[in-house]
C-alpha cells in the first residue's frame, strides 16, 4: 500500500510487481499452530508486506490473536493485529494498545466488530470510526491504521449511501488505509473509489482477495457476510457439484482473472484471505508475480 510504512520484513524475494499481504486466523489447538506455521513460511517466500491476524467477535481470540501475531514479528514478518472495540471500554482498549506497542506492533486493523451470540449491546465505542479517533488521541501516529471497506455495502448499513458515509468518517477520525471485504467484481471496487473519492476522502483502499476452492464453503460465508457471488459465477460452481478438482481450476481462473483488472485498474496492493491455507493464495501468485 502506497501510505504504508517500511515494511520490517527480512524475507526478500526479489521485486514484486505489486505489494501483497496475507491474512490468518488464530488456532484452537497446538497441532493447528504447527500447521500455520508451516503455510506462513510458505507464504513467507512471496515477500508479503505485512500478515493480519484476526480477532473474534467481542475480542474472543484476543490472546490467540496476539500469541499469532507474536510469532510472526518474531519470524521477521510486518504484523498487523485486528481490532474491535465493540464491547470494549477506554481502558480496556488504552490498556490493549500499550500491550501491542510494546510487543512491537506497527500496524492495526480497527474495526467494530461483532458481539458473540447471546450478549447484549454494551460498551464505550459504538462505531469504528470512534475506535480510530481514540487510537489516534493516544497513540498518534503510532499505528498505521487500516479499516474496513465494503464496495458492495455493509450488509448492515441502512443504505449504501450510509454506509459510504460510515467509510468516510472512519478515513477522517485518522485511518491510513483501508482493506475492503472479499468481492468478485471489480465494477464495485472501481465504483466504490469514485463514490468514496467524491466525499473527499482518498487514503489506498486495498482489494480484499478470498481463492475459490470450495464451493459449499464460498456460498456459506458470503451469504453470511453479504458479499455478493454473481450468478454465472454461482451456477459454474454448483454445476460442477463434488467435482473439486474443476472447483478449484475454475476459480483459479476467475480470480487471477479479477486480480489482473485491478491491478490493471490501479489497484495499490492484494490482501489475500487464506483461511489458514497456502496453496490456493501461492497459486494465484505463481499466475499474476512468477517468482524470480
Not at 55 to 67: I, K, L, N
Not at 128 to 142: K, P, Q
Not at 178 to 196: C, G, N, P, V
Request: proline residues 5%; aromatic residues 10%; negative net charge.
Amino acid at each position: 500500500m502506497t501510505a504504508s510504512p517500511e515494511s520490517t520484513s527480512s524475507v526478500d524475494a526479489g521485486p514484486a510487481a505489486l505489494p501483497v499481504s496475507f491474512e490468518f486466523f488464530p488456532t484452537k489447538t497446538p497441532e493447528g499452530a504447527v500447521k500455520l506455521r508451516a503455510v506462513r513460511q510458505a507464504l513467507y517466500a512471496r515477500g508479503p508486506e505485512f500478515c493480519s491476524v484476526t480477532y473474534g467477535a467481542g475480542g474472543s481470540t484476543q490472546e490467540g490473536t496476539f500469541t499469532t501475531v507474536r510469532e510472526i514479528l518474531a519470524e521477521g514478518v510486518d504484523a498487523a493485529s485486528h481490532f474491535s472495540c465493540v464491547g470494549a471500554t477506554r481502558a480496556s482498549v488504552r490498556a490493549e494498545l500499550a500491550e501491542l506497542a510494546a510487543m512491537g506492533v506497527k500496524r492495526i486493523v480497527a474495526l467494530r466488530g461483532d458481539l458473540p451470540s447471546g450478549y447484549g449491546a454494551g460498551g464505550e465505542f459504538s462505531y469504528a470510526s470512534d475506535l480510530v479517533a481514540f487510537i489516534r488521541a493516544e497513540t498518534g501516529s503510532a499505528f498505521h491504521i487500516e479499516v474496513a471497506a465494503y464496495p458492495e455495502v455493509h450488509p448492515q448499513a441502512r443504505s449504501p449511501q450510509a454506509d459510504l458515509q460510515a467509510y468516510a468518517a472512519k478515513v477522517r477520525a485518522g485511518a491510513d488505509a483501508a482493506i475492503t471485504q472479499y468481492f468478485y467484481s471489480a465494477d464495485a471496487y472501481f465504483r466504490f473509489l469514485d463514490d468514496t473519492r467524491a466525499l473527499g476522502v482518498d487514503v489506498p483502499v486495498v482489494p480484499g482477495i478470498m481463492p475459490i476452492t470450495s464451493s459449499s464453503q464460498l456460498l456459506r460465508f458470503s451469504d453470511a457476510c453479504g458479499a455478493e457471488i454473481p450468478r454465472w459465477i454461482r451456477l459454474r460452481l454448483q454445476a460442477f457439484g463434488d467435482d473439486t478438482a474443476s472447483i478449484r481450476a475454475f476459480g483459479l481462473d476467475v480470480v487471477t482473472g479479477l486480480c489482473e483488472r485491478l491491478r490493471a485498474g490501479g489497484a495499490p496492493a492484494l490482501h489475500f484471505y487464506t483461511m489458514n491455507q497456502s496453496a490456493a493464495t501461492l497459486a494465484l501468485l505463481d499466475r499474476l508475480l512468477p517468482a524470480a
